[in-house]
């Protein structure tokens, strides 16, 4: 599943009338980017879900040409955020296996394979692709998963449950493999970090674990700064 539902203001006024997964870098948008990422890793199927510019982006994976069935979700009322958006296309699912949930702004060469294969081998309802970089948010983990979170910015922060032994502070990729009986464990309702659920399921001994790809190329287009730096990188002007 791609997650493309976001409005992208911190790019204003550039999505004022583009949608931040058609945005281009490298000659391709972002949603191009992600979703070929994804039928390389092995994916037969793809959900996309979309809330402004819904008919465009439908408009646009229906030129990609990527030889998968391409389901799009739409979130008519409001983006839902991650866990929302994941929760309203929850029927979309096959079910026959772990799927992978990938930002519509990330572009990366991580090997999303590897993510799945770890995954399957841990047996964790989830694994979220993590690396130590410089920001102001993190993840907090111990020896038995997802313990908490942190914004050195604000100085707050969220914890699951006591941590056990040593917590590493890990950045995020904004790309998850994650069980499909996850779906069955959201009581979360409307919109909503899917960080919620992570939290209240680890404090109940649900296994959420990191999968270290430091050192992997990752660009994340947040910003306009981010967008010309990660322009510059894929070769585009």
Known sequence: MILAAGRGTRL????????KALIEVGGRTLLEWVARRLVEAGADRLIVNVHDHAERIASHLETLGLGVEVVVSREVERPLET???VLHAAHLFRRAGAFLLHNADVISEIDLGALLSAQRVSGALAMLAVHERETSRFLLFDADGLVGWENVATGRSGHARAARGEVRRLAFAGIHAIEPRFLDLVEERGAFSI??????LSAGGERILPHDVTGSLWLEIGTPERLEAARRVMGSA
Do not use: E, I, K, S
Request: hydrophobic share 25%; glycine share 18%; aromatic share 6%.
């Open 195 to 200: 960080l919620d659920p992570y939290l209240r």
């Open 83 to 85: 866990g929302g958006g």
């Open 12 to 19: 204003a006024p550039l999505t004022d009338d583009t949608p």
